[in-house]
């Protein structure tokens, strides 16, 4: 009997202390222990619009759009259809790239029976344009999509191009280009109403050797600048060039038959400078048929179109059958100012980019509406592992978003304006034998359509759209099979694409790994940025470090939805983090959505389409504050609701305008010359400099100092110059300077890139906003983002700012300085939900959630909601629930795989655990004496 007391005993007391022990992480608090990752979010204040175009592909027009067009029944095949709505993108270019060069699209339109071939600009088939652009024009409005138009001028003149103008965007009966009336053609084609479209870009690559065309022959006018060439226009001399077909670019053999047409492969030609060979033979021009005998070897020729005609066999020879026909003449290219000019002429609010960077070295500024660019990477270490491809694909990321930084800086440098826009309507990665594996199947090398990959073009969406760039689209929309299928050049690239048919039916899509990373974006993203900053980032990577985590905040300005988007880049470790939103209290579910898979090497295929997929859960977190684990290798989006809530905290605001005309604000330190200046409404500071460089410090020390979290710091400069008169603006901290950046000849400069284009004369408001925690600033020009990132050592303090005129003598005004600030401490994360029992009713409410997932729910297109294995920790709710999915019901939640926080500095975790020390304790020396006492019997 006492042996079955001292077992009861102690057993209850041991499992009582182990129950304790086990509850700790669980019941744990978050304490500020300086290693847990912590996402702060500025939830509100607006840091520039979101693009609708920075989300979308390049599409390509040949094969049936390759492979999403039913060319048997003229329409896109409904699986796609579907796919590619629900997916919300922004953006989807037509007619392509380098395959659309030679694209002409008046014979793309109308009745299938009354088109006729097109040339493809990259192997100069000649195919069938089932594809054509009304197809593509209405397959956009279908999905909610814009355009951007490729005008192929190597075969499309500045009069081709503003008919094309007028027939997308021209009203029936304006007819403002002349001649045909081509907006009523599209009312006749079944499109009554203008397409709008609003963006076009002059030509593809041309500085490429391949993609140069009319640009590899000589200039008769002895011009060897290309550049000015395609800005300005010149006029070559083609010499042995074939005489090709009607939508042919290498059919130059006579079939014998009467009234043969050939072409130049460039028109127009200058009047006079024509000699056609037949086998090399010269014959003769003529200007008609008329009195020419059936031996007479002639032939007429329009200039204007490039067509040559040859005699029927009683007026004029016909060239023998198998013959062949070459021209000698002089093209005269109209240069990109031509196509600009005729095309705005019919609709003046059309933007217009040319496709050489340096091109606003021989046009005005006003004449270009901005630059396309097309930003490719390869890797830059050798690889031999999923993993090293995994690094190598995060370490391009950082690659693309450095290059659309550079790019907008190169492009304000050169037009001076800061409306310019800087468009990347390709970018991506280029396949490479450095990667890892030899796979050389139909579909293409696997890994290049990974997860990995996948992550990496988030991160640059993610970091192209802090940059504010309009326009920012992934390389390829379609691949034509995915093997199985018939074989067609350059079609087992699949790695190049978002979404691909199957090889053995065409009627069904495999959605590749960025095609969901697309979607995912799509489906949770705002009207307009805010500010993110993390803490306590952990680095990773073998054969590249990066960080581990990278947010990206949007609001939605109707609903006041906050959509909170997180890349955990680390291929091994979940990491748990900190969400501390500032401004912004939630309330209500949150709606949880991950893209991921079962590991970074996974692809989606015909054979397994699902395994990398969106899965979605929602839980209920209350208050600023709530602790999330993001999984390894995944994209997740948080959409939250809520309200805002004012968070920043003045620490310093001078206006200067009680300020007497000889005398500083007590902050302020002076070692040069300044005066006192009268404003419109107020007073301002002029800083002058005078044969030696002056300085102006504005003291941030004192009880005040925003030494930790978030601060602001705005004010307002004019240059009354130009010159290279400059005012430098640096932070300093205790042991270095934080950030720097300079007015000088016109420009706002900063990491020694053109961030911005300033008016003489005029205040432009400045802001700076840095996280002292994460080390990061980020600087804000007249309220747009122009300035990268930067880094300091977070655990200096910040003591001032300094104003400081260099260089050549000259003024500046400073109206103002004003510094708000906020801490990013978390403060505690309460005890977990209980989970929230599953119902297992239908919900026959309407659901006003965008819907995220395509209304075919076949398995191959709808990837499986699985449960969600992460754990979110809310802020105190009354009653709090963990992420459940919202598919398959679920009554126990399973083994909690969240990593244990960290004990330290935590209160609660602390008492609990010295409790359960001394239950333990005492259950232990009861069973001593229980046990000394058994044996003493």
Not at 205 to 216: F, V
Not at 511 to 538: H, M, Q, V, W
Not at 893 to 917: F, H, M, Q, W, Y
């Amino acid at each position: 009997m006492k042996r079955r007391t001292f077992t009861f005993r102690f057993t209850a007391l041991f499992l009582c202390a182990l129950l304790l022990f086990t509850a700790l992480p669980v019941f744990q608090t978050f304490g500020d222990d300086g290693d847990t990752p912590i996402i702060v979010v500025d939830a509100l204040t607006e840091r520039g619009r979101v693009s609708p175009y920075t989300l979308g592909s390049n599409h390509r027009h040949a094969y049936g759009g390759f492979g999403m067009y039913d060319t048997e029944n003229g329409e896109v095949y409904s699986e796609f259809l579907d796919m590619t709505k629900d997916a919300k993108l922004g953006t989807v270019r037509y007619p392509g790239g380098t395959i659309a060069n030679l694209f002409t699209w008046k014979d793309t339109v109308g009745p299938i029976s009354e088109r006729r071939n097109v040339v493809l600009g990259n192997s100069y088939e000649s195919v069938f344009p089932y594809y054509g652009l009304d197809e593509h024009m209405q397959y956009t409005e279908a999905i909610g999509a814009e355009v951007i138009y490729m005008v192929g001028e190597a075969a499309e003149t500045p009069e081709g191009a503003a008919d094309l103008v007028e027939y997308l965007n021209g009203v029936v009966g304006e007819n403002k280009n002349g001649g045909i009336d081509w907006a009523k053609k599209r009312a006749e084609n079944g499109h009554p109403e203008p397409y709008g479209v609003v963006y076009f870009e002059i030509g593809n690559e041309m500085y490429h050797a391949n993609q140069q065309y009319w640009l590899d022959y000589p200039s008769a006018l002895g011009d060897t600048d290309r550049a000015r060439r395609y800005m300005r226009g010149d006029t070559v001399a083609v010499t042995g060039s074939i005489a090709r077909r009607y939508g042919t670019w290498k059919d130059n053999v006579s079939d014998g038959s009467a009234s043969q047409e050939f072409y130049t492969q460039y028109n127009p030609a200058v009047e006079g400078t024509d000699k056609v060979y037949v086998n090399g033979e010269k014959w003769t021009r003529v200007a008609s048929f008329e009195g020419v005998s059936a031996s007479d070897k002639v032939y007429t020729f329009e200039p204007v179109s490039g067509k040559i005609t040859f005699g029927d066999g009683v007026k004029g020879m016909k060239p023998a059958s198998g013959a062949k026909i070459t021209v000698d003449y002089h093209h005269k290219h109209a240069g990109f100012t031509a196509y600009y000019d005729a095309m705005k002429a019919v609709d003046p609010d059309i933007k217009i980019f040319a496709n050489l960077p340096w091109a606003f070295n021989f046009v005005e500024g006003v004449k270009c509406d901005g630059i396309v660019y097309h930003n490719y990477f390869t890797y830059s270490n050798s690889l031999s592992s999923a993993e090293d491809l995994h690094d190598a694909y995060i370490e391009m990321a950082g690659k693309l978003v450095r290059a659309i930084d550079g790019n907008v800086a190169q492009l304000r440098e050169r037009t001076k304006r800061q409306d310019t826009i800087a468009a990347v309507t390709e970018f991506g990665s280029i396949d490479n034998p450095l990667i890892y594996s030899d796979n050389s199947s139909d579909y293409g090398r696997e890994e290049a359509r990974s997860l990995s990959r996948a992550l990496s073009f988030a991160l640059t969406y993610m970091g192209s759209s802090k940059a504010e760039s309009l326009i920012h689209i992934h390389q390829a929309y379609t691949a034509y099979s995915f093997g199985g299928g018939e074989k067609l050049p350059n079609a087992d690239f699949v790695y190049n694409s978002m979404y691909a048919p199957y090889g053995d039916d065409p009627t069904k899509f495999v959605e590749g790994a960025t095609a969901l990373a697309y979607k995912l974006i799509g489906n949770n993203i705002g009207d307009s940025y805010r500010t993110s900053f993390i803490e306590n980032n952990p680095i990773v990577g073998d054969i590249a470090e990066y960080q581990a985590l990278t947010s990206t905040v949007s609001v939605d300005e109707k609903t006041g939805d906050l959509y909170l988007l997180v890349v955990n880049a680390d291929k091994e470790n979940d990491i748990q983090a900190k969400i501390n939103l500032k401004g912004y209290t939630v309330s209500g579910k949150a709606r949880i959505q991950t893209l991921n898979a079962d590991d970074i090497a996974a692809t989606n295929t015909p054979e397994h389409p699902n395994d990398i997929t969106i899965t979605e859960s929602e839980a209920t977190f209350g208050g600023s504050s709530f602790a999330y684990t993001f999984p390894a290798h995944s994209f997740v989006a948080i959409k939250l609701s809520g309200t805002d809530s004012e968070f920043y905290t003045e620490t310093l605001n001078e206006s200067f305008d009680a300020v007497e005309i000889s005398t500083l604000p007590d902050a302020f330190s002076l070692s040069g010359t300044a005066s006192m200046v009268a404003l419109e409404g107020g007073k301002a500071l002029r800083l002058e400099r005078s044969s030696s460089n002056g300085s102006l410090t504005v003291s941030l020390s004192g009880d005040s100092t925003p030494l930790d979290g978030i601060t602001r710091i705005r004010f307002k400069l004019s240059a009354e110059q130009t010159s290279r008169a400059r005012i430098q603006v640096d932070l300093n901290r205790s042991e270095g300077t934080t950030m720097m950046f300079a007015m000088e000849e016109g420009f706002v400069k900063n990491d020694a890139k053109i961030r911005a284009v300033y008016t003489q004369g005029t205040l432009h408001e400045f802001e700076i906003v840095a996280d002292n925690r994460s080390g990061e600033y980020i600087l804000f020009f007249d309220g747009s983002y122009i300035g990268s990132p930067g880094r300091f050592d977070p655990d200096t303090g910040l003591e001032g700012i300094t104003f400081t005129t260099m260089t050549q003598n000259g003024s500046f005004v400073l109206d103002g300085v004003e510094v708000l600030s906020a801490s990013t401490e978390v403060g505690e994360i309460p005890a977990p939900p209980v989970t929230e029992a599953p119902d297992t009713t239908p919900d026959t409410t309407p659901d006003t959630t965008p819907d995220t997932t395509p209304a075919d729910t076949t398995a191959e297109t709808v990837p499986p909601l699985a449960p969600d294995t992460t754990v979110a920790t809310p802020v105190p709710d009354s009653t709090p629930i963990a992420p459940t999915t919202t598919s398959t019901p679920v009554t126990d939640p399973g083994p909690d795989t969240t990593p244990d926080p960290d004990p330290e500095n935590s209160p609660t975790g602390l008492i609990i655990g010295i409790v359960a020390a001394v239950v333990l304790l005492g259950g232990g020396i009861t069973a001593w004496f229980v046990i000394k006492k058994k044996r003493s019997a």
